[in-house]
């Protein structure tokens, strides 16, 4: 397993062997293959806008009544045109592709870094207040500086135990571990007991100084669905298709919806989440392996709360929170954008996200004022309107993203890869970026190049 940046490295090669430019669409499709696609995520989005950009015929079909997948940008507030998103939220300093998309079709992309508060045991600290121990940042300056010497075998090792279980190895302090369980599980969707203690540190030695929370994209994360759409052509993406049936046969594949068509290509590239792809009757049926693969991995449960407030009270526009109570972290979802009114996002992980999703209104402001209280007094009657998404619920995906827990990054990550006849597979689960956008979009595209050339 190469590291990611080794692996962006190569794909950045293979894009430049195959020589595209950027928007140039093909439009000669004699004797290229014909290819159908599952699912208008960006994995299935970038991986249609490189076949067309190949000259290939694609169908791309979406089972939702949009586009865009995890990547959903909400109006919150049509009287100040305010946008907050529901799924992905930050693009990182270190995702070269989603920064060259962004380029190439004109989308700014805003900074949307924050400074972290803190609420910990009833106690309020302000940003610069509050801090881990100089032992531990020590200690943690030297594990993030040996990766770099660490080989596949000791990275193999490392996958077998935890995140919670390295850090406690190291001999991290209590309150250090405590404060780095609510940060890390932010990251992860679920307490950092349950995550490969290789996917974490992987994650924080390649990433960007601030973890890949970065910047976000003027107007919000879909418009850049909706330029790959435009480029694609909406004739290609077909809403309301949800496919149920793949049957592969001599070289063909033929796939039928919910709503009774059928489409037929040379190739097929897989990009839904493993829930939806386990939905799918498959003809003949996936290897034992990849059912086993699939029955194994779970995925986050991350609920978003967005709350609209008559007024900014924290007064920061690079406002952020983490608290330990049951609104968890919170952030300044409005940032950069100008209006009286502002939004700050819950996000809430594990067991406490599928908690609050089932509560009543009146509970879920009463939450967000009860953790937001130490910081700010009582805030409640600012909350003008809240919106509420729990992706552990979503009909496609039960969960935010994929969540390699221990031992599964290199036996689960390549069986679920695996071509199975003529079908690919893409999508943020099979990504050396896992969980972001970024890798989602990689996969498409690498998906795009292995059948097209
Ligand atoms: C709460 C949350 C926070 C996140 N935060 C970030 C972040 O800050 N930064 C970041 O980079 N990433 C973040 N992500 C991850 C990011 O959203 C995903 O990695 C990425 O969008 C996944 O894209 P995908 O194409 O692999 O999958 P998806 O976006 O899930 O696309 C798959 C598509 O397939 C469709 N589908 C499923 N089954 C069928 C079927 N049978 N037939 C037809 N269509 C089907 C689905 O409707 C969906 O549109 C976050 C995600 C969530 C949920």
Not at 179 to 191: A, K, N, Q, V, W
Not at 244 to 255: F, N
Not at 360 to 367: I, L
């Amino acid at each position: 397993m190469s590291s990611r940046r080794d692996f962006i490295k190569s794909t950045a090669l293979l894009a430049a062997g195959s020589l595209i430019l950027p928007g140039a669409i093909n439009i000669n499709t004699i004797g290229k293959p014909k290819v159908i696609i599952i699912g208008a995520g960006f994995a299935g989005l970038a991986a249609a806008y490189r076949l067309k950009q190949k000259g290939c015929e694609v169908t791309l079909l979406e089972s939702r009544n949009r586009i865009g997948g995890r990547v959903f940008s909400h109006l919150l507030d049509k009287d100040e045109d305010l946008v907050i998103e529901l799924g992905a939220e930050w693009v990182g300093a270190s995702h070269e592709r989603m920064i060259a998309l962004c380029k190439d079709f004109g989308l700014e992309l805003m900074n949307n870094q924050f400074d972290s508060h803190l609420t910990f045991a009833g106690q309020y600290y302000p940003k610069g207040g509050w801090d881990y121990s100089n032992e531990w940042k020590t200690k943690f300056a030297k594990i993030i500086g040996d990766y770099g010497n660490y080989t596949l075998e000791d990275k193999q090792k490392l996958d077998k135990m935890d995140w919670w279980r390295f850090l406690t190895n190291k001999g991290i302090s209590e309150r250090d571990l405590q404060i780095r369980e609510l940060l890390d599980s932010t990251d992860f969707g679920e307490s950092i007991r349950h995550v490969s203690a290789y996917a974490a540190l992987a994650e924080y030695a390649e990433s960007s100084e601030r973890n890949e929370m970065d910047f976000k994209i003027k107007g919000g994360n879909s418009r850049l669905s909706d330029k790959f759409a435009e480029k694609i052509g909406m004739n290609s993406i077909l809403l309301k298709h949800k496919v149920v049936e793949v049957q592969q046969l001599d070289g063909t594949v033929t796939v039928k919806c919910d709503n009774g068509m059928t489409f037929s290509g040379d190739n097929l590239i897989c990009t839904v989440p493993t829930y939806a792809l386990s939905k799918i009757n498959w003809k003949p049926g996936l290897p034992e392996e990849k059912i086993d693969a699939v029955n194994s991995l779970q995925y986050a449960r991350i609920s978003k709360h967005a709350l609209l407030f008559n007024e900014r009270f924290w007064n920061e526009e690079a406002f952020d929170m983490v608290t330990d109570v049951y609104g968890h972290y919170f952030y300044h979802a409005t940032k950069n954008q100008p209006g009286k009114k502002g939004a700050l996002i819950s996000y809430t992980i594990g067991d406490k996200a599928d908690v609050i999703s089932r509560q009543n209104d009146e509970f879920k402001k009463n939450m967000v004022s009860d953790s937001l209280k130490p910081a700010f007094g009582d805030i409640k009657d600012k909350i003008v309107n809240q919106v509420n998404y729990y992706w552990g619920a979503d009909e496609n995906t039960k969960g935010a993203y994929a969540l390699y827990g221990k031992g599964q990054w290199f036996t689960i990550m390549p069986v679920l890869k695996k071509k199975f006849l003529s079908t690919y597979f893409a999508g943020e689960h099979l990504a050396d970026w896992q969980g972001f956008m970024e890798g989602a979009i990689i996969t498409g595209e690498e998906a795009a190049d292995e059948i097209a050339g």
